[in-house]
């Protein structure tokens, strides 16, 4: 099992910006995919951005050219740096690991919450 932790949330203006790290248990396996997700307030959660072992890095249109998200695998942290951040951008922020193999397997932090005022 794979323990995430997240943190860094927190109110911010809009136009501001929060830094969120995930740290992993343990070590992560090498084919992996490391994710944040967000749930807005009545809405189902989706995708901010996504990071393969491999170095690929996927976006939400949404957060293309504001967020940013990076990893260090030898502390098995992913990081999600988010600018110029705006009022839809208020939910719970999920930590998301999938580990590619047989079988696949997949872990979720418990959420950190990210208030952005007007």
């Known amino acids: 099992q794979v323990q995430l932790v997240e943190s860094g949330g927190g109110l911010v203006q809009a136009g501001g910006s929060l830094s969120l790290s995930c740290v992993a248990s343990?070590?992560?396996?090498?084919?992996?995919?490391m994710a944040w997700y967000y749930q807005a307030p009545g809405k189902q959660r989706e995708l901010v951005a996504s990071?393969?072992?491999?170095?690929?890095?996927n976006y939400a249109d949404s957060v293309k050219g504001r967020f940013t998200i990076s990893r260090d695998n030898v502390k098995s942290t992913v990081y999600l740096q988010m600018n110029t951040l705006k009022p839809e951008d208020t939910g719970i922020y999920y930590c998301f690991v999938k580990v590619l193999g047989l079988p696949v397997r997949e872990y979720w932090g418990q959420g950190t919450r990210v208030t952005v005022s007007s």
């Open positions: 343990r070590s992560i396996p090498s084919f992996n995919v």
């Open positions: 990071s393969t072992n491999g170095g690929r890095t």
